[in-house]
Nanobody, 122 residues
Framework: VQLQASGGGLVQAGGSLRLSCAASGRTLSSYNMGWFRQAPGKEREFLAAISWSGRNTRYVDSVKGRFTISRDNAKNTMSLEMNSLKAEDTAVYFC????????????????WGQGTLVTVSS
């Protein structure tokens, strides 16, 4: 499966952005999906994951209550709604796919999008 992340940009602190991840080559419903981010000089960080059905989600504590992961298998897309953005949310955001359940480590994911840059100005 090929993944394409989009929707990044420049936003002021307190603002919102919606990231999208479009899949091609194979149906997205075959995979559990996740969002990660990587800030300059830092390791890639897990943010959120959603099961293949969309029924189960999990979040890292730092984004819980601010970010919402969702998917539309009919459209072969996944999204990350980000609210109350902070300067420390500035990073390149990646979507990823895995056949493993409850995966929160980048090494558990098999397919990656190219990343989309989110810059939050304070």
């Amino acid at each position: 499966v090929q993944l394409q992340a989009s929707g990044g940009g420049l936003v002021q602190a307190g603002g919102s952005l919606r990231l999208s991840c479009a899949a091609s080559g194979r149906t997205l419903s075959s995979y559990n999906m996740g969002w990660f981010r990587q800030a300059p000089g830092k390791e890639r960080e897990f943010l959120a994951a959603i099961s293949w059905s969309g029924r189960n989600t999990r979040y890292v504590d730092s984004v819980k209550g601010r970010f919402t992961i969702s998917r539309d298998n009919a459209k072969n897309t996944m999204s990350l709604e980000m609210n109350s953005l902070k300067a420390e949310d500035t990073a390149v955001y990646f979507c990823a796919a895995t056949t493993r359940a409850y995966a929160s480590s980048s090494s558990d994911y098999d397919y990656w999008g190219q990343g989309t840059l989110v810059t939050v100005s304070s």
